[in-house]
């Protein structure tokens, strides 16, 4: 398959697929190469048995779906792959590949006894922020010679208390080694 845009996806089944890629849902996920990239794979089973948990009844997508049963998780998670949330994948069966080798099958279909990997990721808020704080302290870092005379001297007098703090532990440790 080609790495192309998937098309646009209904906002419910972005949180369906928020749902199974979060520890509550405890959805296994296996680690495996698909086209030379590591890929986070699943089984359908788990998927439908994670849908069927109360946890998932707690979500806002769960109150409105209602109950479900095992035919209607299966229908769901069918309905998301035309969306291009996973790609129904399988094992090579000759004995000389690894077994965490994964081929593409060319009948996209959802059933409890295949494997699927993720080509969702969802939101990357995060991602993005934590790289832009990390860009920020490095930056501040740097231009340390440009700080203000009160703050390197405050910047010098902590990192004086944390080694003089770190010195006391390290004696208390050796004292305590002799006792």
Not at 86 to 113: A, W
Request: charged share 20%; with cysteine.
């Amino acid at each position: 398959m080609e790495p192309n845009e998937p098309p646009q996806r209904p906002k419910n089944l972005c949180q369906v697929a928020d749902y199974l890629l979060s520890p509550q849902s405890g959805l296994k996920k296996r680690d495996g190469v698909f086209h030379e990239k590591r890929v986070s794979y699943f089984r359908g089973k788990g998927a439908v048995n994670a849908l069927l948990k109360p946890e998932f009844r707690q979500t806002a997508v769960g109150k409105e779906l209602g109950e479900l049963t095992r035919e209607s998780a299966a229908k769901l998670l069918g309905s998301m792959i035309p969306h291009q949330f996973f790609l129904k994948v399988e094992r090579p069966s000759e004995p000389d590949m690894p077994k965490n080798m994964l081929q593409l099958v060319q009948v996209q279909s959802f059933s409890e006894d295949s494997v699927f990997l993720w080509r969702y990721e969802g939101s990357q808020l995060r991602t993005y922020l934590m790289a832009g704080g990390l860009l920020a302290i490095v930056l501040a870092g740097v231009m340390f010679p440009l700080w203000p005379m009160p703050l390197r001297m405050g910047v010098w007098y902590l990192s004086v208390g944390i080694l003089i703090m770190l010195g006391l532990f390290f004696a208390m440790a050796i004292v305590r080694l002799i006792l």
